[in-house]
């Protein structure tokens, strides 16, 4: 099988694990939650199997166009590691182990419908949003063996960060009470916003799918064209109260998924604990392979182990976040609701570090480049 | 009195200093000038800006704007006066938190274990078995698994049985230390960096010699352009050796320092000389595979090294690293065309030549003729040719062949395709290079704050192993007498990771209990 008919199976099984997984937090039904599992480890069998098949395709093509490159060479050369789209399965492929681990250990499922999600959303990306998925060889900027190491450990703390994001937001939606609170305030318009965003990007793709050449085109050319940065006034104006309605609805009824979050067998503790061990594993590895081994590639490469540029200067920033996460935590005992704030936010950072840098800052940046 | 107020003083910027609110607030502050200082693009041309300001404040606001952040230092923010200061106060925020902490921290690392009392004991919780034999019976098999697992313990007599005590790891609570003296080494290695290292860049022609490489440098008016032009030129004919250079024009040293560097000239002790450089493509596409320059170093007009470069891997000579950063045509160039030209039976001859120039096939009549050049050949859908790009994307020459004063064939042959090398009659021209109309645009650094950088870099990761994978445990293990048998009791604490001591401790407990042949909890 090829790896793009490997990789439609992996989507698809994600897609209904997601649904599935979310249905079961609904009905708690024992058979579903197995067929949710099922289905989320044959996602990862095929979707392990499309990166080697990947591997081996871009292996035998490298292989052609370098007769000369070592076989050693040839395989590091050859990872899928080399783009967007191949970065973005990663990410999905190493979140997906990780929530695999995290529900056998803690016997829980109910974080599938917070974890599952954010793989679907990766997916979705792909897909509307038209990313090149093209085996290309490596351009000579990134022919160095820095890149297998930097990227593979960034996205391993990437997806960890992930983690620390699902369990840190269930553990707001279980711990708030208060309408007025702003731990309560800050979970249900975050939520909103998000959501709200997806949706506008959602009606972007729909109505200007056929100009949609790829990821900058549509952040640049496109985002919410379609509602709140539409042409006509009346319906960007009716976009934005739909909005604001909804992000309205979610802080009146956001206690209605405390109540289905709180009838699951999994406390607080325990989601305080997966959010802190996350972190505790990604920031390591984030800080070595992210940073340092950024930097120590950017020497080799230009000269320059820190130039500032925005990709750098937001890795600090998530950096800086994590950082405060765990002092909050180490040094002040802050627990619970607080850091849980932090951890949303921080994985937020890590977001714009990862696809803001790419596609909004470039977006910005573009005009009057060669394009 | 007045000592007393200094004191105060002196407390205050302490406190001041050491609060972790201000290592919150500058945080806070580093990341949001910073976030700025992404979507400003930082050192370029104003209406770059501009354009970008229009989009969020309006066309006719965007200049005054402009004026604002360009006043604040926010189109080269990173190197502004307020965010060094930034810094700086981040620096110094982290070595008095850090100092103001260690005391305490300290004790803990140096304050030795001691046996626990019996209240202490209860406090801390406890897992117990019971082991068949009284205490002096059981001490040896219950020592065992405990340096088992992993302790050396002392101990002590207590009145019905016996104590033992460890612990591990007392150093590991400097983790933190290790961790923000990294930080500290990664600033000072930038510093020193930026204050006595040269970051600058070096075009360099094919076949061109250089002893000078360049920083960008202010506008300069028309009398320090000439003086430019003479320092470089005089740098270039003493193999950028500056003291020698202030000595022909008769001024000193120092003075002709602060000029190379109002100029953003800096002279390298040395010579480079690119011999050629080369863009090379993926088979048959127009994607770059490589880009290389095959460097020589030149010191006292010897030739002392010879490399190739590529993106990711830079020549270092003298502590002065040449990188591999960009590449181009030199305007207005004639380059030689070299060709290598094998008659149907016989050896290959290598030719230099220009355009219009003609030669002969060795051994044959056939004469040559060097018509037309083109970077980047291609053909459109009337198979008519026509450059592409300005670059040598898919450099071509055009040759005419005649014999006895007549036209036998002409057509393109292009360097990156050797199937277009072959003549009809058998003879093989193979365009190998037009040489000396690219330079290769070289990166120049000299740094000496890298290897505290790196040195930085290492203590960090250290650091954080320390942080996230050791900690700092005690165990306590008490005999108890009881009935000619013994009850052991087992008390813990860990700074961190609690469960995996546990789990340790429960390991070591269940090996004694099978070692007794099945004790009672």
């Known amino acids: ?371 | 009195m007045e000592e007393n107020k200094n004191q105060t003083i002196i407390d205050k910027v302490w406190s001041f200093f050491s609060s972790l609110t201000l290592a919150v607030v500058l945080i806070a502050l580093i990341a949001l000038t910073s976030i700025v200082g992404t979507i400003i693009e930082q050192n370029v041309a104003p209406e770059k800006n501009l354009k970008l300001l229009a989009k969020f404040f309006g066309a006719s606001n965007a200049p005054a704007f402009y004026k604002i952040f360009d006043s604040l230092g926010f189109m080269d923010m990173y190197h502004s006066w307020w965010f060094s200061g930034l810094l700086l106060f981040f620096a110094a925020n982290l070595i008095i938190c850090s100092l103001d902490r260690l005391p305490r921290i300290w004790k803990l690392v140096k304050e030795t274990i001691k046996p626990l009392t019996e209240e202490q004991f209860k406090n801390l919780g406890k897992k117990e078995l019971v082991l068949k034999g009284k205490p002096d019976k059981v001490k040896e098999t219950v020592g065992t698994a405990i340096k088992h697992a992993g302790f050396k313990f002392l101990e002590a007599k207590e009145a019905t049985g016996y104590q033992f005590y460890s612990e591990k790891g007392n150093y590991t609570r400097l983790g933190v230390y290790i961790t923000h003296l990294s930080i500290l080494l990664i600033l000072g290695g930038a510093i020193i960096g930026t204050i006595f290292g040269f970051k600058g860049y070096l075009n360099i022609p094919e076949g061109r010699t250089y002893s000078v490489a360049f920083a960008p440098s202010d506008f300069l008016s028309r009398e320090e352009e000439a003086e430019m032009e003479a320092i470089i030129e005089k740098l270039q004919a003493t193999e950028g050796n500056a003291p020698e250079a202030a000595r022909q024009f008769g001024v000193d040293e120092k003075t002709l320092r602060t000029k190379m560097k109002r100029y953003g000239i800096w002279p390298l002790g040395f010579s480079i000389r690119c011999d050629n450089f080369l863009a090379d493509f993926y088979k048959g596409s127009n994607m770059p595979k490589e880009y290389r320059s095959w460097l020589t170093i030149i010191k006292d007009n010897k030739e002392v090294l010879k490399k190739s470069i590529v993106v990711n891997d830079p020549l270092t000579y003298n502590d002065v690293t040449f990188y591999q950063s960009s590449f181009g045509m030199v305007p207005n160039a004639h380059g030689e065309f070299i060709f290598k030209i094998t008659p149907k039976s016989g050896v290959p001859e290598t030719r230099q030549m220009h355009l219009d120039d003609k030669f002969i096939i060795p051994g044959t009549d056939i004469q040559g003729t060097l018509k037309d050049f083109s970077p980047a050949l291609s053909f459109d859908a009337n198979n008519r040719p026509f450059t592409f790009a300005e670059q040598m994307n898919n450099p071509a020459v055009f040759l005419e062949f005649s014999e006895k004063g007549k036209i036998k064939y002409s057509g393109w042959i292009m360097k990156r395709y050797s199937q277009t090398w072959g003549l009809p009659d058998g003879h093989t021209v193979e365009f190998s290079d037009y040489w000396g109309v690219e330079y290769t645009g070289l990166q120049v650094r000299k740094d000496p704050g890298v290897w505290i950088v790196y040195l930085g870099c290492i203590v960090m990761a250290v650091g954080l192993y320390v942080i996230f994978f050791m900690n700092h445990k005690k165990i306590w293990v008490r005999l108890l007498e009881e009935k000619n048998n013994t009850r052991i009791i087992v008390a813990l604490t860990a700074n961190k990771n609690r469960s995996a001591l546990e789990t340790k401790v429960d390991k070591m407990m269940a090996l004694l209990s099978k070692s007794d042949g099945g004790g009672k909890q």
């Open chain 1, 1 to 371: 099988m090829s790896s793009s008919t490997l990789f439609g199976i992996s989507t698809m099984a994600y897609i209904l694990a997601m649904i599935i997984y979310i249905t079961y937090l609904a009905f708690k039904n024992y058979r579903v939650g197995i067929a949710a599992t099922t289905l989320t480890i044959t996602g990862f069998v095929s979707q392990t199997a499309a990166i080697v098949t990947r591997w081996t395709e871009s292996y035998a093509q490298w292989t052609m166009l370098t007769p000369e490159s070592t076989f050693i060479s040839s395989i590091v050369r050859s990872a899928p590691l080399r783009n967007l789209f191949e970065s973005l399965v990663f990410f999905i492929w190493c979140l997906m182990l990780g929530y695999l681990i995290m529900e056998f250990k803690y016997k829980n499922r109910s974080f599938g419908a917070f974890v599952t999600p954010i793989a679907g959303l990766a997916l979705a990306f792909i897909d509307i949003s038209g990313m090149s998925k093209e085996i290309e060889p490596l351009v000579p900027a990134l022919q160095s063996n820095w890149l297998l190491v930097h990227v593979m450990m960034s996205f391993i703390a990437y997806s960890t960060f992930a983690l620390s994001f699902s369990t840190g937001l269930m553990y707001l939606i279980l711990k708030t009470d208060k309408r007025t609170e702003s731990s309560y305030i800050f979970w249900t318009v975050m939520s909103g916003i998000f959501i709200v965003v997806l949706f506008a990007m959602g009606l972007d793709y729909l109505s200007f799918r056929l100009a949609i050449k790829t990821p900058e085109t549509l952040i640049k050319s496109y985002l919410f064209k379609a509602s709140f940065l539409n042409e006509s006034m009346a319906i960007s104006i009716l976009s934005l109260l739909i909005a604001l309605t909804f992000i309205f609805l979610v802080w009146r009824y956001g206690h209605i998924l405390k109540k289905i979050v709180g009838s699951f067998s999994i406390t607080a503790e325990t989601l305080d604990e997966i959010t802190y061990k996350s972190i505790a594993i990604g920031f390591p590895l984030f800080t070595l392979g992210g940073l340092i081994f950024g930097a120590i590639w950017a020497d080799q490469a230009w000269g320059v182990y820190w130039s500032w540029d925005p990709k750098e200067t937001w890795s600090l920033i998530t950096w800086f976040v994590y950082a405060f996460f765990l002092h909050s935590r180490l040094l002040r005992g802050w627990r619970g609701k607080k850091v849980a704030i932090v951890a949303v936010i921080g994985f937020i950072a890590v977001i714009f570090t990862y696809l803001g840098v790419n596609l909004l800052l470039s977006g910005l940046h573009a005009y009057g480049s060669l394009e």
